[in-house]
T-cell receptor
Framework: NAGVTQTPKFQVLKTGQSMTLQCAQD?????MYWYRQDPGMGLRLIYYSASEGTTDKGEVPNGYNVSRLNKREFSLRLESAAPSQTSVYFC?????????????FGEGSWLTVV | QKEVEQDPGPLSVPEGAIVSLNCTYS??????FMWYRQYSRKGPELLMY????GNKEDGRFTAQVDKSSKYISLFIRDSQPSDSATYLCAIASWTGGGNKLTFGTGTQLKVEL
């Protein structure tokens, strides 16, 4: 049981380049999330998808776009990468958006923008 | 002021010690309280979850919530080197439009032999 799978695990980008982080879950969860984790800042929500076909902005959406391709997959795109987007990105999923639903995280994607 | 405050540590203890990890929060609307453990270069994994004031035990771990003081704690008994990780508190409120989860910055714990 893979849970939440993210690719790539490591990536170095030049400023202005674009890339897409891929995420897939095999738990039949309805809701999916993208977080970034920075030292001293904790985990911050970038975008989430409460259910297939919907996406909404989180706390720090600027510079990112997302696509909920189907129930399993939720991708995060950086159109023009900036050094401020150097971070660790985590995809996560939960059964739903109801109160108390446990959120399960992937292993993380380390992104460096130079 | 952050909605959730957590001492970043690092906290170093000898094997077998009792560890106390704490968070404070400011929003009384928070209803659900979680502790995640994150090993180096891994994603966070859920350790404990509770929604009421009081204590909840799971093996060597006890989660404590004091809603009147807006204070939550995680106690680890008989700590082991394998407990060395970063511990994140996470607090959720039901906003009607969805579950808003706010994380603390994490406390780094090292349990030494």
């Amino acid at each position: 049981n893979a849970g939440v799978t993210q690719t790539p695990k490591f990536q170095v980008l030049k400023t202005g380049q674009s890339m897409t982080l891929q995420c897939a879950q095999d738990m039949n969860h309805n809701s999916m999330y993208w977080y970034r984790q920075d030292p001293g800042m904790g985990l911050r929500l970038i975008y989430y998808s409460a259910s297939e076909g919907t996406t909404d902005k989180g706390e720090v959406p600027n510079g990112y776009n997302v696509s909920r391709l189907n129930k399993r997959e939720f991708s995060l795109r950086l159109e023009s990468a900036a050094p401020s987007q150097t971070s660790v990105y985590f995809c996560a999923s939960s059964v739903g958006q109801s109160s108390g639903n446990t959120i399960y995280f992937g292993e993380g994607s380390w992104l460096t923008v130079v | 002021q952050k909605e959730v405050e957590q001492d970043p540590g690092p906290l170093s203890v000898p094997e077998g010690a009792i560890v106390s990890l704490n968070c404070t929060y400011s929003n009384s609307a928070f209803q659900y309280f979680m502790w995640y453990r994150q090993y180096s270069r891994k994603g966070p994994e859920l350790l404990m979850y509770t929604y009421s004031s009081g204590n909840k035990e799971d093996g060597r771990f006890t989660a404590q919530v004091d809603k009147s003081s807006k204070y939550i704690s995680l106690f680890i008994r008989d700590s082991q080197p394998s407990d060395s990780a970063t511990y994140l508190c996470a607090i959720a409120s039901w906003t009607g439009g969805g579950n808003k989860l706010t994380f603390g910055t994490g406390t780094q714990l090292k349990v030494e032999l």
